[in-house]
């Protein structure tokens, strides 16, 4: 159950990042990052009762949409040239973004990685960063035992490398942005847009875009109800934290919402909703079975969202276009077995 701190947003930072940031993250990847499809399924369709258009970002370089933001903020981070390089934490798909970002861009970059994070991600965050500049390499820690903020935060200082964290910076919050700025111009009006919500990165830069662009358009972000701490911080005004929760969607297992994603959030973030691991499964086997694409649990949050107010609300997407993130495709294939046992 997550921990109320007390603390209510900084509403004054909801603005730090407006849409000309968004566009300019836009053009700086333009080219580099892939244009990922818009993707559609008349059975999901005619399961939900709506249009469903999904913004496949499995499709994306690493894996998932974190490359985006990693990439605009390690370019940053070259530009300014006041640190050594970088050090960023990840359970997996921050650190290949940042990985393959520090490779491309000669920057130098130290990743925190958890003992337990999923094979895959971590052998290919250690073969993106081998092609990083000298001093680049992966730390694990035990999450049971080590709070990684803390220890970024003592490692960065030891060896003057700037901190980078996958979702409360805004060069990174800008670069997830353009998930949902190409979504619009390539979908057209859409009545709803399903966000994946961990840390709040990716949906704080979608709210933001799809205010600018398509204001007629509500935001849900969807996350874990094992972790469930943006839910309830977004309902209760006041910042909720939760410790190394126990979901399957390990990209989402963020202890809070950060200082610039909370108030954005809070701002332009029209509801919040949390669905449970079992749905997870049932939105990865429709993907898997239907669509024949590769989806991991963190990366259909927000299907699994769409599909509960489908079942609950029905009314409340029933003939509406509907736009949903699948935010990464880097599933263990050793556990997929144990996803859909019986």
Excluded: W
Aim: charged share 25%; with cysteine; net charge neutral.
């Amino acid at each position: 159950m997550p921990t109320d701190t007390g603390r209510p947003p900084d509403m004054s930072l909801a603005g730090a990042v407006t849409i000309d940031d968004v566009r300019a993250a836009a053009a700086l990847i333009d080219g580099v990052a892939h244009r990922t499809p818009v993707m559609t399924s008349r059975h999901l369709d005619r399961l939900a009762g709506c249009e469903i258009l999904l913004k496949c970002e499995n499709f994306q370089r690493t894996g998932s949409f974190k490359f985006r933001g990693a990439y605009c903020a390690i370019h940053g981070i070259r530009a300014r040239g006041k640190s050594r390089g970088a050090l960023a934490y990840s359970s997996g798909n921050h650190a290949q973004g940042v990985a393959l970002a520090a490779s491309m861009l000669g920057v130098p970059a130290v990743i925190l990685m958890p003992v337990n994070a999923p094979r895959l991600k971590l052998e290919a965050a250690k073969n993106y960063l081998s092609k990083a500049p000298e001093g680049s390499e992966v730390v694990t820690f035990d999450p049971q035992t080590q709070i990684r903020e803390e220890l970024a935060r003592q490692m960065a200082e030891e060896r003057k490398l700037e901190l980078l964290p996958g979702y409360d910076n805004l060069d990174v919050i800008a670069g997830q942005g353009t998930v949902a700025l190409e979504l619009h111009e390539e979908a057209g009006p859409l009545d709803r847009l399903y966000v994946c919500c961990g840390g709040g990165g990716l949906i704080s830069g979608c709210s933001i875009a799809t205010r600018a662009v398509a204001d007629a358009c509500e935001v849900i972000g969807v996350e874990p109800e094992l972790g469930n701490d943006a839910v309830m911080s977004y309902k209760t005004g006041r910042l909720h934290t939760v410790r190394n929760p126990a979901t399957i969607a390990d990209g989402a297992r963020t202890p809070y919402l950060g200082r610039y994603t909370f108030p954005m959030v809070k701002a332009f973030v029209q509801s919040m909703m949390s669905v449970q691991d079992e749905e997870l499964v049932e939105a990865m086997r429709l993907c898997m079975e239907r669509m024949k694409i590769v989806v991991e649990p963190t990366g259909v949050l927000a299907l699994a969202g769409l599909l509960k107010d489908a079942r609950e609300s029905p009314e409340s997407v029933e003939g509406k276009r509907i736009g949903v993130t699948i935010s990464g495709g880097n599933i263990d294939l050793a556990k997929i077995g144990d996803y859909f046992r019986g």
